[in-house]
């Protein structure tokens, strides 16, 4: 039987539900988020897919992945060598276009033999698909036993405030060498590497339908106006103008 060059398939969450194990495929995988939010763990980073976007895991790269309550995902499966797609993991905005293709493609039955149409149609979307824009929404981690120590809490806990001067008094160093190795392990400063965890929780979260005021709680900020400022200023938008411009795609 002839070999699709792409297949997608639809998946819906009904909890919170998480691969525990990492795994990978011979061919590349991109999940595309229409509602609700997936983040994927892979070697030294952890990647958001917030609604109307797409991560991309190129082929062979071992991974996890746990998608929020309410979900719905398209997967879709591309065979290696043909697409123009990124080397390493991304963040992709999905058009309306392509994200419409990726529907239509998982409506229809992959097990039978692929006819012309359908490969026409793979064909357009591949095209489309290498030209969407990527987004760096990712946290940076690393196996540096300090590194992980610290970014394992603030996973776990992403309200601790515990300083750098404080990590550096635990982990027995000097808050310059500590800071001089996060920035040189994630290419942040602390205050930028804990932030952008900040962002990726909030995202989550707040496609998960968690109010403004309980996400800014679950982070530890003073204030909701606090917890806007950083999210306008990393996104340009407040989370409200964000959304509200996500919703406007579907």
Same mark, same amino acid.
């Given at each position: 039987?002839?070999?699709?060059?792409?297949?997608?398939?639809?998946?819906?969450?009904?909890?919170?539900?998480? +691969?525990?194990?990492?795994?990978?495929?011979?061919?590349? /995988?991109?999940?595309?988020?229409?509602?609700?939010?997936?983040?994927?763990?892979?070697?030294?980073?952890?990647?958001?897919? %917030? %609604?109307?976007?797409? #991560?991309?895991?190129?082929?062979?790269?071992?991974?996890?992945?746990?998608?929020? #309550?309410?979900?719905?995902?398209?997967? &879709?499966?591309?065979?290696?060598?043909?697409? #123009?797609?990124?080397?390493?993991? @991304?963040?992709?905005?999905?058009?309306?276009?392509?994200?419409?293709?990726?529907?239509?493609?998982?409506? *229809?039955?992959?097990?039978?033999?692929?006819?012309?149409?359908?490969?026409?149609?793979?064909?357009?979307?591949? +095209?489309?698909?290498?030209?969407?824009?990527?987004?760096?929404?990712?946290?940076?981690?690393?196996?540096?036993? *300090?590194?992980?120590?610290?970014?394992?809490?603030?996973?776990?806990? %992403?309200?601790?405030?515990?300083?750098?001067?404080?990590?550096?008094?635990? &982990?027995?160093?000097?808050?310059?060498?500590?800071?001089?190795?996060?920035?040189?392990?994630?290419?942040?400063?602390?205050?930028?590497?804990? /932030?952008?965890?900040?962002?990726?929780?909030?995202?989550?979260?707040?496609?998960?339908?968690? %109010?403004?005021?309980?996400?800014?709680?679950?982070?530890?900020?003073?204030?909701?106006?606090?917890?806007?400022?950083?999210?306008?200023?990393?996104? @340009? *938008?407040?989370?409200?103008?964000?959304?509200?411009?996500?919703?406007?795609?579907?």
């Amino acid at each position: 039987m002839f070999e699709q060059s792409a297949i997608a398939l639809q998946v819906e969450t009904q909890k919170d539900d998480a +691969e525990h194990l990492a795994h990978r495929h011979r061919k590349g /995988q991109l999940i595309l988020s229409l509602h609700g939010a997936v983040t994927c763990e892979v070697a030294e980073a952890l990647w958001l897919v %917030p %609604p109307q976007h797409a #991560v991309w895991i190129p082929g062979m790269t071992a991974h996890r992945c746990r998608a929020t #309550v309410n979900a719905l995902l398209f997967f &879709l499966f591309i065979e290696p060598g043909v697409a #123009v797609m990124p080397d390493r993991c @991304c963040t992709v905005a999905i058009s309306p276009l392509v994200r419409e293709m990726i529907r239509y493609l998982a409506a *229809k039955d992959h097990t039978s033999s692929s006819d012309s149409a359908t490969e026409k149609l793979v064909a357009l979307l591949l +095209e489309h698909l290498s030209d969407a824009p990527i987004e760096e929404l990712h946290f940076p981690i690393s196996g540096h036993p *300090k590194i992980k120590r610290i970014s394992d809490t603030l996973i776990a806990d %992403p309200g601790d405030r515990t300083t750098l001067r404080q990590w550096a008094d635990r &982990l027995a160093t000097s808050e310059r060498s500590l800071a001089r190795l996060v920035e040189n392990s994630t290419g942040l400063t602390f205050g930028r590497w804990r /932030q952008q965890l900040h962002l990726m929780i909030a995202l989550s979260q707040l496609a998960e339908g968690q %109010p403004v005021q309980t996400v800014a709680g679950n982070l530890g900020y003073d204030s909701v106006n606090a917890f806007i400022t950083m999210f306008k200023k990393a996104l @340009c *938008k407040s989370p409200t103008q964000y959304f509200s411009s996500l919703s406007k795609l579907t």
